[in-house]
């Protein structure tokens, strides 16, 4: 009753006849993140899926331009010209997609539950059900931040292998950190972080380390503001030692400092390893390996998942044709795509043991460490606001770890004062 009564309010909201009902076929408008290796990606399924399905013609669009896709897709909510589905959706702003009735609630098919028991594994699956109890995306890819290290500098400065803890990452920086050139000045640096107090540069150092030290808890519970503070705490102090010791320069570089040997670590999902595929210099060895953890840490190694999901948006007048087209987006076909394509990992159950994907982890052995990684991958969590609580760890993390000018546990503290109020206002 539901899915009948969602495509009768779509279908006769926009008070026109739909071109398939005339004969012709649906036509829908996709759109996918705008950089070059996912737009190649999405070209080429619509292609297979258009030369097939005469009844469904899709046209692929990248994301227009803008300050972020969130921004980009809540505008175009507003002003009712979203396409009829996008696989660019990160889940911390669903829900306010959600709330302004611009997404459509995938469980109102009747398939998708089958189709999210076969492939995403429950508990995961949980994470991404929205406030009203329904689910409006369908977990598509998922890209876990992990360390890059360069083999080399890590084998001239005598580091044995990448550090598994905060003391051993310190005690590599100590080799590594150095003045090469003999000119008086360090021009090598165990690494390097974007340091302006923006919510998303928090995805490669605060958060990712928050998730891996907290055992994979996430900011919130319900809805409740949830951070564990002694993994907060923790992790400030680690990143503050890392600045203190002049390990990370606070700087910005040009071009790309890991291949022009000035960094020996970066924070960073598998999209790296297709731009290294392309643009390392010859000779160039790297590896990836799991965040550093606490010194007394056990157990297994989580870390941000990074993820990217498809939502089908209120005013396609196709919601039917919508829904298979989104099904053929995470089939095996697709999936194999996106590895082969983007070098992305797809959220999928069985990744490494499925015959379909061997020839692919045979042939790209550094994409393995991220298939492994996956399972132990968490998100971010779906409430209002979230922009602006990242933004409120984020002017902490710049006072506490990069100038040190608070003490880790005054930071964590004060952060999650300002958290709470945001939490509270946003209801």
Sequence with gaps: MLFACLVFVVGCGRGETQEGDTGGPARLTYWSAPNPQERALAEELVARWNAVHPEVQVTVQALPAGQSSEEVLLAAIVAGTTPDLCSNIWPGILSDFVRSGGVLPLDAFPDFDSLMQARVPADLLESFRAADGHFYQIPWKTNPIMMLYNLGIFRDAGVAGPPRTYSEYLEAGEKITADVDGDGQRDRWMGYRDIRPIWWQRYFDYYPFYIAASSGQTLFDDGAVAIDTAASTIVLGFFRAVYARHYFP????????????????????????????????????????????????????????????????????????????????????????????ARQIPVREGLLTDSTFAAFFAANPKMRPFAEQAPRTRGVDGVSSLQEVLDALAQQFEAAAVYGVTEPDKATARAIDRIRVINEWSH
Excluded: C
């Design 250 to 341: 606070i700087t910005t570089f040009q071009g790309n400092p890991m291949v022009a040997g000035k960094i020996a670590t970066e924070f960073t999902g598998p999209w790296s390893l297709a731009w290294l595929e392309e643009n390392a210099p010859p000779g160039f060895e790297y590896d990836y390996a799991p965040l550093p953890v606490p010194d007394d840490f056990t157990g297994p190694v989580y870390t941000y998942g990074d993820y990217k999901n498809i939502a089908i948006f209120s005013n396609t007048r196709h919601p039917e044709a919508a829904w298979a087209f989104a099904r053929y987006l995470v089939s095996e076909e697709a999936d194999l795509l996106l590895l082969e394509k």
